[in-house]
């Protein structure tokens, strides 16, 4: 089993960041690659970017790249995703999933075995 608890959410102005961290527990967290998705009411998750268990090997949507940075300090067990130039569109509950078979590379969400709970993310326009 693995524990993951998001942290870092809050409001902020389009334009502003947000650094949110994925701290985790239990099994060995540097063998599990780690993504993280966003929800919006009424929508699916999506892909928003991942990392591998290395954290060599880093996949961004389309939307947030150069935007934003994912992370991850495994002496630490915790991953992260720094969040530059945000935008309204960026609104949602952020996830971060834990998987121990691939590569941080997956968009869909039945590849991750483990799951946070979810922080909330909020940009003002």
């Known amino acids: 089993q693995v524990q993951l608890v998001e942290s870092g959410g809050g409001l902020v102005q389009a334009g502003g960041s947000l650094r949110l961290s994925c701290a985790a527990s239990?099994?060995?967290?540097?063998?599990?690659?780690v993504g993280w998705f966003r929800q919006e009411p009424g929508k699916e998750h999506e892909f928003v970017a991942g990392?591998?268990?290395?954290?060599?090997?880093?996949y961004y949507t389309d939307s947030v790249k150069g935007r934003f940075t994912v992370s991850r300090d495994n002496a630490k067990n915790t991953a992260y995703l720094q969040m530059n130039s945000l935008k309204p569109e960026d609104t949602a509950v952020y996830y971060c999933?834990?998987?121990?078979?691939?590569?941080?590379?997956?968009?869909?969400?039945?590849?991750?075995?483990?799951w946070g709970q979810g922080t909330q993310v909020t940009v003002s326009s």
């Open positions: 990392i591998s268990w290395s954290g060599d090997s880093t």
């Open positions: 239990g099994r060995t967290f540097s063998s599990y690659a």
């Open positions: 999933a834990a998987d121990g078979i691939g590569d941080g590379s997956a968009w869909y969400t039945t590849e991750y075995q483990y």
